[in-house]
């Protein structure tokens, strides 16, 4: 899995040479901000141009739990010093190594949401918004910047609709260790491998 989520400047590289998508104003943020504003097929398809995918829920949950049931990447105590920046700012990528998992994958919480591969459909029911009754929502993870402890735990998840996109959502990749050439020439990759401590249930 990569240490880092996708950055401006790594989906630009890619872009420039396969054509991607790049969402509006994306091309003016900063090369280590954290790459927003896809939709998950638009993530998958820049994590397939590497070789890899997209994580599912359960392969992110064993990277930021480290396959135990920590609270939070670095335990089980709230210690809002290891996110260091001001609520709502987002923040270069691989700002706080101290938030790390047990693994040393960075802004797993903290500075923005992740896609995952994972989608699930709710049935229309009182009090659900209607526009997410009954289609694709693909699960979200992590916690954007915000210092509400609730949203940066290894357990909290959300839903986006397929198709949209969000400001505050971002992504990272996963692949077998050995997979693709571009996979390791991709500048920001920092593999960590999970497959050892994998099991059917976390996969």
């Known amino acids: 899995m990569d240490r880092f989520p996708v950055t401006v400047g790594d989906y630009l590289q890619q872009a420039e040479v396969a054509g991607l998508r790049v969402p509006g104003g994306g091309d003016a943020l900063a090369p280590q901000m954290p790459m927003v504003g896809l939709t998950a097929a638009q993530a998958s398809a820049s994590c397939a141009l590497r070789g890899a995918r997209l994580p ?10 480290g396959g135990d049931l920590r609270t939070y990447p670095w335990g089980d105590l709230w210690d809002e010093g290891r996110l260091g920046a001001e609520p709502l700012a987002m923040q270069p990528v691989g700002q706080h190594p101290d938030a790390a998992s047990p693994w040393g994958i960075e802004d797993l919480v903290g500075n923005i949401f992740h896609l995952t591969a994972t989608t699930i459909r709710i049935p229309a029911q009182p009090g659900w918004p209607p526009e997410h009754s009954d289609v694709p929502l693909s699960v979200v993870r992590g916690g954007c910047c915000s210092f509400q402890p609730s949203w940066n735990t290894t357990t909290f998840r959300t839903g986006l609709v397929a198709e949209q996109t969000s400001a505050w959502v971002g992504f990272r990749c996963v692949a077998a260790l050995g997979g693709g050439a571009g996979l390791l020439e991709h500048p920001h990759t920092g593999l960590v491998d999970l497959q050892p401590f994998a099991t059917e249930e976390a996969l």
Do not use: I, M
Not at 56 to 65: I, K
């Open 56 to 65: 599912t829920d359960g392969e992110w949950t064993l990277a930021a739990t």
